[in-house]
C-alpha cells in the first residue's frame, strides 16, 4: 500500500514543514490537488508550488481542470511524476493519456463518484493509475462515499493482471484504509486525516498500519 498525504489540508505558509514531516514518517508520494475554479467550484495551486515541491517524494498531481490535454505539458514540466486528468472533463482520453505518457509522466484518471469504472473499458492499456473519488472533488474534509468499494472491485475486475495503481481519494481514514485495502486499492490519498492531525507523521503510520494489517488478516 501507498500512502499519498494531500497538501492540500497542510498549512499553505509552513508547506516545506508539513511535507518534511510526513517524508519522515515514510509516506510514498505526495499528492498535489490543482483546481481550476470551473471543473470544481475551488481554486487552489498551479505550476510554480509544484516545481517549489519537487525533487522530494514522487508528486502524484490530480489535475481537477477543464480541457486539462491542454496542461499536459506544463504540469509534467514543473515537475508531476503522475499526471491524473479526469475523465468527466476530457473529451478525447486516450489523445489526452498518451501526451502524459509522451511527455515522460505517468497516466492517470480519475473518476467522480458518479462515473461508472466501465468508461475507461477502452484505454485500459493506456493507464498508469486510476483514481477512484470517494467525494465529489473540490474540497477537503468531506465524508467518505461508500460506493467507492464496490467501483474498486469492479476496477480491480476489468485491470486484471495489468499493473496499475488503483489510487482512492477523498474521506480516507484509518477507520476505513483496512476495508479499503481488501477492496484493492493501492494508494490511500489522505488530506485531512494526515494534516489535520495532531501529528501526521502519526497518521502516515496508522493509515499504512491499518491497511497492511488488514490485507494480512
Ligand atoms: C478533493 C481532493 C482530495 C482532498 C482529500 O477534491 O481531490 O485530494 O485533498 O481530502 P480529504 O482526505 O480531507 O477528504
Ligand atoms: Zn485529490
Not at 495551486?45 to 490535454?69: A, N, Q, T, Y
Not at 477502452?122 to 473519488?133: F, H, I, K, Q
Not at 486499492?185 to 497518521?203: H, Y
Request: hydrophobic share 45%.
Amino acid at each position: 500500500m501507498r500512502i499519498a498525504p494531500s497538501i492540500l489540508s497542510a498549512d499553505f505558509a509552513a508547506l516545506g514543514e508539513a511535507i518534511a514531516r510526513v517524508e519522515a514518517a515514510g509516506a510514498d508520494q505526495l499528492h498535489v490537488d490543482v483546481m481550476d475554479g470551473h471543473f470544481v467550484p475551488n481554486l487552489t495551486i498551479g505550476p510554480p508550488v509544484i516545481e517549489s515541491i519537487r525533487k522530494r517524494l514522487p508528486l502524484d498531481v490530480h489535475l481537477m481542470i477543464e480541457e486539462p490535454e491542454r496542461w499536459v505539458e506544463t504540469y509534467v514540466k514543473a515537475g508531476a511524476d503522475y499526471l491524473t486528468i479526469h475523465v468527466e472533463a476530457c473529451a478525447h482520453l486516450e489523445r489526452a493519456l498518451s501526451l502524459i505518457r509522451e511527455a515522460g509522466a505517468k497516466s492517470g484518471v480519475a473518476l467522480n463518484p458518479s462515473t461508472a469504472p466501465e468508461v475507461l473499458e477502452y484505454v485500459l492499456d493506456d493507464l498508469d493509475l486510476v483514481l477512484v473519488m470517494s467525494v465529489n472533488p473540490g474540497f477537503g474534509g468531506q465524508s467518505f462515499i461508500p460506493t467507492a468499494y464496490e467501483k474498486i472491485r469492479r476496477l480491480r475486475a476489468l485491470l486484471g493482471s495489468r499493473n496499475v495503481l488503483v489510487s482512492v481519494d477523498g474521506g480516507v481514514k484509518v477507520e476505513n484504509a483496512g476495508p479499503l485495502a481488501r477492496a484493492g486499492a493501492t494508494v490511500l490519498v489522505a488530506g485531512s486525516s494526515v494534516f489535520g492531525a495532531p501529528d501526521p507523521g502519526a497518521a502516515v503510520a496508522a493509515l499504512r498500519s491499518a491497511s497492511e494489517v488488514a490485507k494480512s488478516a
